[in-house]
């Protein structure tokens, strides 16, 4: 890439390594210099992978249109399957106590998964932000 009569050697693949380097060419002085690494799309991808991922998981609305409402486990896809929303919404409204305990603790399991999944995308994306 050229401009302003300089050449510009931008990013590429060196040893299955994305290398983040910008390089000037000075052809008047015939020096190189390097300029400050370009930022990689790493951090915005794995950010949107965790955050589609804790959606999928916490929202019920989707998951009721998903799984239907199904209580048992069911390993084929393509028949209605248990989610963990709709199990807790099923045992909050019961009118026994112990199931009122299992929703909260249902509850707590899945909070700690969304925070699981968001500290995974924190230590992903680390030292992936500008400035």
């Known amino acids: 890439?050229?401009?302003?009569?300089?050449?510009?050697?931008?990013?590429?693949?060196?040893?299955?390594?994305?290398?983040?380097?910008?390089?000037?060419?000075?052809?008047?002085?015939?020096?190189?210099?390097?300029?400050?690494?370009?930022?990689?799309?790493?951090?915005?991808?794995?950010?949107?992978i965790m955050l589609s991922l804790a959606r999928a998981g916490g929202e019920t609305a989707p998951l009721l249109l998903t799984a239907l409402g199904n209580d048992f486990l069911n390993l084929n896809l393509l028949r209605p399957m248990?989610?963990?929303?709709?199990?807790?919404?099923?045992?909050?409204?019961?009118?026994?106590e112990d199931w009122h305990a299992k929703a909260w603790g249902s509850a707590l399991v899945l909070?700690?998964?969304?925070?699981?999944?968001?500290?995974?995308?924190?230590?992903a994306t680390k030292g992936q932000r500008p400035g």
């Open 1 to 48: 890439m050229t401009g302003g009569g300089n050449l510009y050697a931008v990013g590429g693949r060196g040893g299955g390594v994305v290398l983040t380097n910008l390089d000037r060419y000075t052809p008047a002085t015939d020096t190189w210099t390097s300029l400050a690494p370009m930022p990689t799309a790493r951090a915005g991808l794995v950010t949107g």
């Open 82 to 96: 248990a989610s963990l929303p709709v199990q807790i919404f099923n045992y909050a409204m019961s009118p026994y």
């Open 111 to 123: 909070i700690a998964v969304i925070g699981a999944l968001s500290l995974v995308a924190r230590f």
